[in-house]
């Protein structure tokens, strides 16, 4: 597939600045940028009268296999059910400008794959399996009166529960066995699961160092789910290179993550989304009762990471029918940053974290073709990226696979 997008405003997300210029892109990559590129023949040629074009959108923390908000429920649901769901999410994600995104626990390699081969439409999924989760923590969804376990290979979960060194080690080498991209912990309390406190820690220091052994074997990294400051402290003491949630660290938490070199990845719009809809999806009412312990503090911990240096990453965290709102965490995030950070942390630095930098998250040549085309410059007013309508269209691997209708892109 080729094609040459002309009159483009391209959006360098180093520098902050644009350049109004054609892009070429043919073999799923992007070629050759500059002014007056010719199409060679049989190459489509597009206009976009100066429209802003962003390299493909990349969230980090997505859930593909969230069907519902009552992740209790979603063990019992069947795994072909859940995949009809997952590929419905994904096609709304790859609409919203989502080219690359990772799963923080559920999708496998059977979604990785289907994707892959266009079996189904949706961005590129880096998928971790099931997070590993120490008994009664944010990955056991069993409620106080189940004894036996959940943690079945034919079921949707989006945890395994192992305890103690050596079962967080084999179950590790399982999920690596299965294809993970990186491993994934409950290193403190949630939200969604049924039996915790939000302020407890999770695993033992000796299993976290483990799990990132592990990983550190097969050259892959841990993710680590965390909210106080003791969580997100010892997570990183432990070696993890991705901190989700983050919602209540402090002054040395950002000290901690300058020394590990590690990156935060807050997911504010959920929390603003379970508030208002939660109960509406599926959210139980004890999930619904720990969301203000997080809510308000998560900005705050952003502003204060941010200006501290540390690495942001965009991440959404959203669950079953509240999955469209994942742009607005742009909006909110706007609040505390400057749009071009924000974008950054969608692009260029969550590039970095997946370990993809000069792939993704980039508008030079040798990367692949995964651009989102907007109505209006996100730099001045962010609600371009934050309100999906003003996706003009989006561009995957060198072809358009989204076009609004009636817009140059549409066919
Ligand atoms: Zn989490
Ligand atoms: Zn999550």
């Not at 299993?207 to 969580?231: Q, S």
Request: net charge negative.
């Amino acid at each position: 597939m080729s094609l040459l997008l002309r009159n483009a405003r391209l959006l360098d997300v180093a520098t902050g600045d644009y350049q109004e210029a054609d892009l070429r892109c043919a073999d799923g990559r992007i070629v050759e940028t500059g002014t007056g590129l010719s199409a060679p023949d049989g190459v489509r040629s597009v206009d976009l009268a100066g429209a802003p074009v962003l390299p493909g959108l990349i969230d980090a923390h997505v859930h593909v296999t969230a069907s519902t908000a009552d992740l209790g429920a979603l063990p019992s649901s069947s795994p072909s059910y859940v995949a009809a769901h997952s590929a419905r999410i994904m096609s709304g994600m790859l609409d919203r400008g989502f080219t690359t995104v990772r799963d923080a626990s559920g999708a496998d390699y059977g979604l990785c794959d289907a994707q892959e081969e266009g079996l189904l439409r949706g961005p590129r999924l880096l998928f971790c399996g099931r997070a590993l989760s120490q008994t009664g923590g944010h990955g056991d969804s069993r409620g106080r009166g189940t004894r036996v376990s959940d943690d079945h290979p034919c079921c949707a979960g989006l945890g395994r529960v192992a305890d103690g060194v050596d079962a967080v080690r084999a179950a590790a080498r399982d999920e690596l066995r299965k294809g993970a991209h990186h491993l994934k912990v409950m290193a403190s309390g949630g939200v969604a699961s049924p039996t915790d406190r939000i302020d407890s820690t999770q695993y033992s220091m000796d299993e976290l160092r483990a799990v990132v052994e592990e990983a550190e074997a097969a050259n892959r990294y841990v993710a680590a789910h965390a909210y106080t400051a003791r969580a997100v402290n010892r997570a990183l003491r432990a070696g993890i290179r991705s901190v989700e949630h983050g919602n209540l660290l402090d002054d040395e938490s950002v000290r901690l993550f300058a020394e590990y070199d590690a990156f935060l990845v807050p997911t504010l719009v959920t929390y603003w989304a379970l508030k208002k809809e939660g109960p509406e999806f599926g959210l139980p009412a004890d999930s619904h009762r720990k969301v203000d312990e997080v809510l308000g503090q998560g900005l705050v911990a952003l502003e204060r990471a941010a200006r501290g240096g540390v690495r942001t990453v965009y991440g959404s965290d959203l669950l079953g029918g509240m999955h469209r709102h994942q742009n607005e965490e742009f909006r909110i995030r706007a609040e505390v940053q400057k749009p071009i950070d924000v974008i950054r942390a969608a692009t260029s630095t969550a590039a970095e974290l997946l370990s993809m930098r000069g792939e993704i998250g980039t508008l030079e040549p040798g990367a692949h073709a995964d651009l989102v085309v907007l109505r209006g410059d996100p730099l001045t007013d962010i609600g371009f990226l934050a309100d999906p309508s003003h996706v003009m269209g989006v561009v995957q691997g060198g072809s358009v696979v989204s076009a609004q209708r009636g817009s140059a892109l549409a066919a």
